[in-house]
């Protein structure tokens, strides 16, 4: 049975449970759609294909906010399925929202906190691909051991990916762009698919918010490692 998010012993995280109102129409999504496409979280590993009700790609993606993007990846890329790992009850309740809307079936959602949904529930080369958009960029630099990239996470990752996996991360904060490289360079299990930053890469949707940051000057990094 599924169960919203609960506190572990885990002291060092890289999220805060923010006082979110779920509105009604999320409410009902999580209550009639939950118990097909929510996993409860468990200390076991997880078997895909069985999640998913077959064999195909699969792609994590960490921080999946309100499910903008990972709607709009999930239908362009029917062959691809899609497992969203996010702890706050709204964006599980707007993301199966978009996932009813528009007849998804290669999403599937974890409640919980991703460093512990990685290290217990996902087995070793289980990965086409991870997504980490926009994460919190914890901007204050006593909070920075709190940024959810870290070396230890990282190769925690890699192990997790298949040889060829892409590893994609996106941030608009300058600094933690700098740390995101610099951590994904000198994981040895990865390597860069560009000289330093990529390009924007067509699978990440540009949203409306980065659209509207981007007229306001605003800058978005993308780095995209692969797994060797």
Same mark, same amino acid.
């Given at each position: 049975?599924?169960?919203?998010?609960?506190? @572990? +012993?885990? $002291?060092?995280? @890289?999220?805060?449970?923010?006082?979110?109102?779920?509105?009604?129409?999320?409410?009902?999504? !999580? *209550?009639?759609? *939950?118990?097909?496409? %929510?996993?409860?979280? @468990?200390?076991?590993?997880?078997?895909?294909?069985?999640?998913?009700?077959?064999?195909?790609? /699969? %792609?994590?993606?960490?921080?999946?906010?309100?499910?903008? *993007? $990972? =709607?709009?990846?999930?239908?362009?890329?029917?062959?691809? &399925?899609?497992?969203?790992? +996010?702890?706050? $009850?709204?964006?599980?309740?707007?993301?199966?929202?978009?996932? *009813?809307?528009?007849?998804?079936?290669?999403?599937?959602?974890?409640?919980?906190?991703?460093?512990?949904?990685?290290?217990?529930?996902?087995?070793?080369?289980?990965?086409?691909?991870?997504? %980490?958009?926009?994460?919190?960029?914890?901007? /204050? /630099?006593?909070?920075?051991?709190?940024?959810?990239?870290?070396?230890?996470?990282? +190769?925690?990752?890699?192990?997790?990916?298949?040889?060829?996996? !892409?590893?994609?991360?996106? $941030? &608009?904060?300058? &600094?933690?762009?700098?740390?995101?490289?610099?951590?994904? @360079?000198?994981?040895?299990?990865?390597?860069?698919? =560009?000289?330093?930053? =990529?390009?924007?890469?067509?699978?990440?949707?540009?949203? /409306?918010?980065?659209?509207?940051?981007?007229?306001?000057?605003?800058?978005?990094? &993308?780095? %995209?490692?692969?797994?060797?």
């Amino acid at each position: 049975m599924w169960h919203p998010v609960r506190r @572990s +012993e885990r $002291t060092i995280r @890289s999220y805060v449970l923010r006082q979110g109102r779920t509105t009604p129409a999320q409410a009902r999504a !999580i *209550a009639e759609l *939950a118990p097909r496409f %929510v996993i409860a979280f @468990s200390r076991e590993p997880l078997d895909l294909d069985k999640a998913f009700g077959r064999p195909a790609p /699969k %792609v994590i993606e960490i921080g999946f906010g309100m499910g903008e *993007a $990972t =709607a709009a990846i999930a239908q362009a890329h029917p062959e691809i &399925d899609y497992l969203g790992v +996010e702890v706050h $009850t709204p964006g599980v309740g707007a993301l199966l929202q978009r996932v *009813a809307a528009l007849g998804l079936a290669n999403v599937r959602i974890i409640q919980h906190d991703a460093t512990e949904v990685v290290e217990h529930m996902i087995g070793g080369r289980a990965l086409d691909g991870v997504h %980490v958009f926009f994460p919190d960029p914890w901007p /204050k /630099k006593r909070h920075h051991k709190r940024r959810l990239v870290q070396p230890a996470f990282v +190769e925690m990752l890699a192990r997790r990916m298949r040889p060829g996996a !892409i590893l994609h991360v996106a $941030t &608009d904060w300058e &600094d933690y762009a700098q740390q995101v490289l610099a951590v994904l @360079s000198d994981e040895p299990l990865l390597e860069n698919t =560009a000289p330093d930053y =990529a390009a924007r890469p067509l699978v990440r949707p540009l949203t /409306k918010f980065e659209g509207r940051g981007l007229k306001l000057g605003h800058r978005v990094w &993308d780095v %995209v490692f692969r797994r060797l």
